[in-house]
């Protein structure tokens, strides 16, 4: 790799990231921020030594398998690497990173945001105050569902589930969670978090869901239409993760005929796409993908990405290396 990599960025990164990497690389930069195509996509990957995609490009086979010779590093800005086709890297030696960690602690906070949000109404009061007829107090009127002492059912105890495993006992719910292992012992007494082999056998048990666990072959539609009907009527399901974890059609029925009780999506099966029923329902509370949007955040994850870069280049092993086993 030569001592100043030709890095592709495929979407417009806080302005200090993006100042420190021209320092360091030779770098083409989308100020425009608009979301690149597959063609424009193809383009980048047969002229540079770098690609650092976020979770709006599709890195599949087909622009994997047109990347030039000097392509040996994809540094995506953000954790979850659904959007890059992994066997295919490995298979052309392309080395792939994410930047883990320094997102959990706000997509945490935006998932208990919405647990809160939904079964107390939040933006169903807000979209009243604004409509301008609100006829003031009533014992009656806008009556939510109690949080504290409900059960939380966590899909998927990794490192943002356990941040909203700690949230959530200092607002009174009983942790439960479904995982693939059962998280170390320590772990589980720390959160008091009982542990749920059969996510079935969890999801009928459940007041709030709360999907934490990352989207894969495996846990695509983990939250099939017959999985939903599974859920308890007063029930809410949380989605911070990923929308394609969900059955986003079945979960709008599900909404539709009150089979549960409301949802909180910050994502989407076809993001930007959204289900055009959700956005009829007043029990669903939807944010655009949102979770990991704050200041300190993006600059942390393009922290991230340079040292990614910076390492790999100098020829050593970047930290955030993703393996295809990790999942
Ligand atoms: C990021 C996310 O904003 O990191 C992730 O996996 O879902 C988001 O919070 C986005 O992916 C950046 O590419």
Request: hydrophobic share 40%; glycine share 4%.
């Given at each position: 790799?030569?001592?100043?990599?030709?890095?592709?960025?495929?979407?417009?990164?806080?302005?200090?990231?993006?100042?420190?990497?021209?320092?360091?690389?030779?770098?083409?930069?989308?100020?425009?921020?608009?979301?690149?195509?597959?063609?424009?996509?193809?383009?980048?990957?047969?002229?540079?030594?770098?690609?650092?995609?976020?979770?709006?490009?599709?890195?599949?086979?087909?622009?994997?398998?047109?990347?030039?010779?000097?392509?040996?590093?994809?540094?995506?800005?953000g954790t979850g690497?659904?959007?890059?086709?992994?066997?295919?890297?490995?298979?052309?030696?392309?080395?792939?990173?994410?930047t883990p960690g320094v997102l959990t602690e706000d997509t945490a906070d935006m998932t208990m945001a919405l647990i809160l949000a939904v079964?107390?109404?939040?933006?169903?009061?807000?979209?009243?105050?604004?409509?301008?007829?609100?006829?003031?107090?009533?014992?009656?009127?806008?009556?939510?569902?109690?949080i504290?002492?409900?059960?939380l059912g966590i899909i998927g105890m990794g490192r943002i589930g356990s941040a909203v495993a700690r949230r959530a006992r200092g607002f009174g719910l009983?942790v439960h969670y479904?995982n693939?292992?059962?998280v170390?012992?320590?772990v589980?007494?720390e959160l008091e978090a009982?542990?749920?082999?059969?996510?079935?056998?969890?999801?009928?048990?459940?007041?709030i869901i709360s999907v934490n666990c990352p989207?894969?072959?495996?846990?695509?539609?983990?939250?099939?239409?017959?999985?939903?009907?599974?859920?308890?009527?007063?029930?809410?399901i949380v989605n911070t993760s990923r929308?394609?974890v969900?059955?986003?059609?079945?979960?709008?029925?599900?909404?539709?005929?009150?089979?549960?009780?409301?949802?909180g999506l910050d994502v989407?099966?076809?993001?930007?796409?959204?289900?055009?029923?959700?956005?009829?329902?007043?029990?669903?509370v939807?944010l655009?993908h949102m979770g990991s949007a704050t200041?300190e955040g993006r600059?942390d994850m393009?922290?991230?990405?340079?040292?990614?870069?910076?390492?790999?280049?100098?020829?050593?092993?970047?930290?955030?290396?993703?393996?295809?086993?990790?999942?």
């Open positions: 790799m030569p001592v100043k990599p030709v890095v592709v960025v495929t979407r417009k990164l806080p302005d200090s990231i993006e100042t420190r990497m021209m320092e360091l690389f030779d770098v083409r930069l989308n100020l425009a921020d608009s979301p690149m195509s597959q063609a424009q996509l193809i383009a980048a990957v047969k002229t540079c030594d770098v690609l650092v995609p976020t979770v709006t490009d599709r890195i599949d086979a087909s622009v994997l398998s047109q990347a030039g010779e000097r392509l040996r590093l994809i540094a995506s800005f690497v659904d959007h890059i086709d992994l066997k295919t890297a490995r298979q052309r030696n392309i080395t792939v990173t994410n079964p107390r109404r939040l933006t169903e009061g807000e979209r009243l105050m604004r409509s301008g007829t609100w006829a003031g107090w009533s014992p009656t009127s806008m009556l939510g569902q109690r504290w002492g409900k059960r009983a479904h693939r292992r059962r170390h012992p320590s589980e007494a009982t542990y749920w082999e059969s996510l079935d056998q969890m999801l009928a048990r459940m007041d989207h894969t072959p495996a846990t695509y539609h983990l939250l099939s239409a017959r999985r939903l009907k599974l859920l308890p009527r007063h029930s809410y929308g394609e969900v059955d986003e059609n079945a979960l709008t029925r599900m909404l539709e005929k009150s089979g549960i009780a409301g949802a989407f099966e076809h993001e930007p796409a959204v289900n055009p029923k959700l956005l009829k329902l007043d029990n669903v939807l655009p200041i600059m393009g922290e991230k990405v340079i040292i990614n870069i910076k390492t790999f280049s100098d020829g050593h092993k970047p930290p955030d290396r993703v393996l295809e086993t990790m999942f």
